[in-house]
Every structure is written in C-alpha cells, then in structure tokens.
C-alpha cells in the first residue's frame, strides 16, 4: 500500500513484525538460463494445465523467460551463506537476505552473476497513511438493493448497478470458473468476517502465499485485503454482495504495509509469476509505487512510460502470458506536485481504474494522467468515493474512499464478462470495456474511457464473432498490428478490390481501392494505420465476387 495509491479507510491497523528490514535485502541478476532442468517443450513441468489452456485459448506460446530460474544458480547463492527470498524468472533474477556484506561481494564473484542491486533503508515505523471508517449507518433509500434483481446486493447495489453488471449476474455470469489472484497486503480478519465466510466455506479461496515474509501468513499486519477481497468476493445476501461472487481466488502478499521500499515491485513480479503458473485469469492490484523511504528510488513521471519500472513490466509481462491485469490508477490526483499515476498504473497492456462517485463524479483524489508517452490513463473507471468495502470483524461500511476499491469492483465485473466471452482475448475485452464507457467519444486524462456498461460490453463482444466471415480468401498480417497492415489476398483475375477498415463501435477509419492481380495480390494498406489507436478493428475486403471481413487488434 503507497502513500500515493491507498486512500484507505482502515480499522486498527497492526504490524506485528519488523524482521529482516530491507536494507538487507538485494536482488541479484543472473546471466543466462543455461543447463537448466526445464525445457519450453515441456511446459507441464513448471507451468499447471490451467495456465497452459489459458494460452492455448489465446494463441500465446511459451517462450524463454517462462522457464524457471536454473536452480543451480539459487543453490549457488544459497550456499554462499544468504537467505533466499523470491526467484523471478521473468527477470533471472532473486531476492536474497544477509547482514553480511562480505557474502555479496562473495556472489557478485560467482560466474553466472551479472550484478547485484541493494534495496537501500526502510524507516521501522508504522506510518499515518492508514485513516479509520467512519462506521456511520448508511443511507440505505439510497443503496439498498432492489427487490426486482435475482440477487439482495444490499449496500453494494449502487456501485454493481453503476456499472450495469447486474443484468450480467442475472444472467448466470457471477465469476464461476474464473480465478482471481489478488496481489495486496495482507488480509487480517477475512477468515472470520461474515461477507467473505461464503468465499471459504464453498471452497473458493485457492490458497495464499506470502511474498514479503516467507513462509508466513497473509492473514497478518493489514485488513486492506481483506477490503479489496470483498469487493469481489463479497457474498452475504441482504448487507454486501461483490461484483465477482462465485469467482475463485488466491490471496498473495508482495506489500510490506509498513514500509515503502523498491523489494516490493520485485516481490510484485514474483507473486504475479505465481499467478500465472497457477492459472489466475485475472490480477487485482490495488497496488502502486512512485515515493520509497530511499528517495534515492523514487520514479519521476518521465519513468512512467510503460517500460521503465520493475513493476510496470511486471504487469506487461503478466499480461503477455494472457493475464488481464487490473490496477488501482492511485490517490494523487488533488496532489499539486505530482497528481500522476503511479506504477504498474502506466503498464500499456493493462486495466487502470480510476475512481468516481455515485453519482458518477470523478473523486478530486483520483490520479490523472497521461503517461509520459502521451497514453491516456486512467483507461475506465469505477465507484472508490463511497464504495462499499468489508472492515473490522463483522462491518460493512459505505464509506471506502480510494482507487484501491474501484480496482476490485471493476476486475470481478471484468471476470463476470470474460466468463461470458471465453473464446475473447484481453485485448479484445479491454477495447470492449473501452468502448462501452461514457467518455468512449472523447477520452481524457481525468476519466480515461469513463464509466463502463458491461451489459453493454458484453453485446459488443458478442457481436464480435456475428461480424466476421468464416470463409476468407485474404491474410492479413501482422495481427496484432502497429505500424502498417499488409493483405494477401488469393486471386486468380485481375480486376479492383475495396479495402475497408472499421472500429469496434463501427466507426469506418480507412478506406481504399487497390488493384489486385495473381502477380500483385499484396496490398500494404495507408500510412494513417499508425496513427490509429489501440483496439479492435474489422477489416473487410470485397472484389467482383467475394467478400469478406478478419478482425485485426491494433498494439
């Protein structure tokens, strides 16, 4: 949890241990994946079913950086004389713990090892950043669900209606099937609170693992998990319901909620390698880093270009395995110093949500964008100024204020509609969700695409598969496309063919006529394709006697 993202609302908040600070800790960067045991034609021995059938599904191969880090070089480590924290395959790297400095000099020494980065002091303190609920009794003329819905939403109705994901419940897509890795800082009292006891009882929590103390328990040190979890898994009729109740998750710690420290975004990348070889579907992190207790890490805007962070290609990567990433834009945007989002806010391959009242107004604390290439952030947002959230041991409170519940609300409906679309990639669903949001005609820095209408969504993505011809006589490449569009089309006469491509709200954004031949049957489409933005687009293609249309996605 940062200063800059967390806008919490927390109940006695308690940090039970201070072991192993990290100006101990460091990570260290091997050099190859050599000799190693595992091999990507044989995936099923580092990666479950369940994540492979979800790369199938998607047409994503396994590449190198899938491949575990070679455990010789971790033994190597390890028998220097240091504690082993996390491997990161993504990076070929781990996270060790010493109090002896001469044992880093000792593995920098070591042939496989490039370098070494030290974490640099975290303050021992339990900071202010945490505030109390207010517990008020709520207006419930205002919130109550309505009888009329096949679910009692109790006080949550206000932030799933806004969204108009109750049509996608009523109609049976509650999250069942989907797997939800929730990345955050501890989960304290979601074993025993009431709108989250469904959630354990049916077997739907999948398991834990604790990124920051290894070994422990994710059930420690902070109940801002716990908050985020329920606005997902919430299922107790009548006083909470989440937007993902049937979903099934994995709580997994990489926050230390005491401290600010760069380890985080490493134990980020780590624990969403975990999500991915277990088979998560979707992330939810309400989670975000610019200001460390080192000043010395902090990230200026100009690093928040989707490529520069540890964290921010954490998520890029999770999202190349197939992943839909959700993340929480941040809490900066009344800052006057930097009202920017923060990272893996600015990955370009992910879901950042910003946040808005019921009454649809974004909250002044919500962080804007653009990154610092120029990319419009936050992408749609949700309620986070007045969500309701689970607090304490048995409370449902209306008053939750911060982009970290906006994240959650809006990843279980992106769940519901995935489970809806299981053909769909997270392009595909994201460029849905885009589209269907009320700023979708004229995005900004303040409110991204708006406000989704999943209902909407999800007519959209539907019609997806209604609008393509099967039987095709042309190839276009590269799909997914950046700079240009090139069209194989097979021909046998020479005569003029039509090239026509539209959106995915049916706008038509190029049109040309090119003549085409057996001996000129590749047409290179305008230059204007890159000045397109991301999406979905349709391309369709008539001469004298065919016709046909191939959906593209632009990078």
Not at 28 to 40: A, G, L, W
Not at 165 to 182: F, R, T
Not at 286 to 306: E, K, Q, R, V
């Amino acid at each position: 949890m940062k200063r800059n993202i967390l806008l919490i609302l927390l109940i006695g908040v308690v940090i039970n241990t201070f072991a192993q600070i990290a100006p101990d800790k460091y990570y260290i960067q091997f050099t190859d994946k050599n000799n190693s045991p595992y091999s990507i034609d044989n995936p099923i021995e580092f990666l479950t079913q369940r994540s492979l059938d979800r790369r199938v599904r998607q047409g994503i191969g396994i590449v190198e950086n899938d491949i575990p880090v070679n455990d010789a070089y971790i033994q190597g480590v390890a028998d220097v004389g240091v504690d082993i924290l996390n491997p990161t395959k993504w990076l070929n790297g781990v996270t060790v713990y010493t109090t002896n400095l001469a044992l880093i000099a000792e593995i920098e020494a070591l042939p496989y090892v490039v370098s070494t980065v030290k974490f640099g002091y975290s303050k021992n303190y339990i900071s202010d950043k945490f505030e109390k609920v207010n517990m008020a009794i709520p207006n419930t003329d205002l919130i109550m669900s309505k009888s009329a819905q096949s679910m009692d939403y109790g006080y949550s109705y206000g932030q799933i209606e806004q969204l108009n994901g109750i049509p996608l419940h009523d109609d049976g897509y509650q999250g069942e099937g989907m797997v939800i890795a929730v990345l955050d800082a501890g989960y304290s009292g979601a074993l025993t609170h009431p709108v989250l006891a469904y959630l354990f009882e049916n077997d739907r929590i999948l398991g834990t693992k604790d990124f920051v103390y290894i070994g422990g328990s994710v059930y420690n040190d902070s109940e801002h998990g716990k908050m985020v979890l329920s606005c997902m898994g919430g299922n107790l009729p009548g006083e909470m319901i989440g937007t993902a109740p049937q979903a099934k998750y994995w709580l997994l710690r990489p926050e230390e909620a005491p401290h600010e420290n760069i380890i985080e975004e490493y134990n980020w990348m780590s624990a969403a390698e975990f999500a991915d070889s277990v088979g998560a579907d979707v992330i939810n992190s309400s989670l975000g880093y610019i200001d460390f207790d080192n000043p010395i890490f902090n990230h200026t805007h100009g690093a928040l270009n989707g490529d520069s962070t540890v964290v921010t290609r954490a998520a890029d990567f999770a999202a190349s395995k197939g992943i839909l990433v959700v993340n929480s834009a941040g809490n900066s945007g009344d800052s006057p110093s930097f009202p920017y989002i923060g990272a893996p806010a600015d990955a370009d391959s992910i879901l950042t949500i910003g946040a808005v009242n019921l009454d649809n107004q974004r909250a002044s604390f919500s962080s804007i964008g653009p990154t610092a290439d120029g990319r419009i952030k936050p992408n749609v947002m949700a309620c986070g100024e007045g969500a309701t959230i689970a607090t304490g041991t048995d409370g449902v409170s209306t008053w939750g204020n911060g982009t970290s519940f906006s994240s959650p609300i809006m990843a279980g409906m992106v769940t519901c509609l995935w489970q809806a679309h299981p053909e769909m990639n997270i392009m595909e669903l994201q460029e849905a969700i885009k589209i269907s949001g009320s700023y979708a005609d004229d995005p900004d820095d303040f409110m991204g695409w708006g406000i989704p209408n999943f209902y909407g969504a999800d007519s959209i993505l539907t019609s997806i598969n209604d609008n393509i011809f099967t039987d095709s006589f042309i190839t276009a490449y590269p799909n997914p496309f950046n700079n240009k569009i090139e069209v194989a089309i097979d021909i046998d006469s020479s005569e003029t063919a039509s090239f026509e491509l539209f959106s995915l709200s049916g706008n038509l954004m190029i049109s040309e006529v090119h003549s085409v031949s057996n001996d000129n049957n590749i047409i290179q489409l305008s230059n204007n394709v890159n000045l397109l933005r991301q999406g979905i687009y349709f391309l369709k293609v008539v001469t004298k006697n065919k016709a046909t249309v191939v959906k593209l996605i632009k990078e």
